[in-house]
């Protein structure tokens, strides 16, 4: 099986950006579709965007779209979330996702995905 690992939280200022890293192990993050969602506290865990397998393929919840972008580095082997022009409502726990068979395409929403990481915090202040 594979296990998901989330990198690059920590407290910025209102404005500022940060880029967050998803990696695997067990299996390779290339051969899967990978999700990114995030929770606020006492909040339902939304997604926020996702990248296809090979790439080809990005999509995004309309709060974050602008100024949050999906990429992956085959090389590395890690998917990443950059997020730009940071607000205090996007602090919350940032998770990774992976999923490889879905029913329907794109995948939006957290049952879609088999695969997750633990979580990264993001905190913006003002």
């Known amino acids: 099986q594979v296990q998901l690992v989330e990198s690059g939280g920590g407290l910025v200022q209102a404005g500022a950006s940060l880029s967050l890293s998803c990696a695997a192990s067990?299996?390779?993050?290339?051969?899967?579709?990978v999700g990114w969602f995030h929770q606020a506290p006492g909040k339902e865990r939304q997604f926020i965007g996702g990248i296809s397998a090979d790439g080809l393929q990005k999509f995004y919840a309309d709060s974050v779209q602008g100024r949050f972008t999906i990429s992956r580095d085959n090389a590395k082997d890690i998917v990443s979330l950059q997020m730009n022009s940071l607000k205090p409502e996007d602090t919350a726990t940032y998770y990774c996702a992976g999923g490889d068979k879905f029913k329907t395409w794109p995948p939006r929403s957290k049952t879609d995905y088999p695969y997750w990481g633990r979580g990264t915090q993001v905190t913006v202040s003002s």
């Open positions: 067990g299996r390779a993050l290339s051969a899967y579709a």
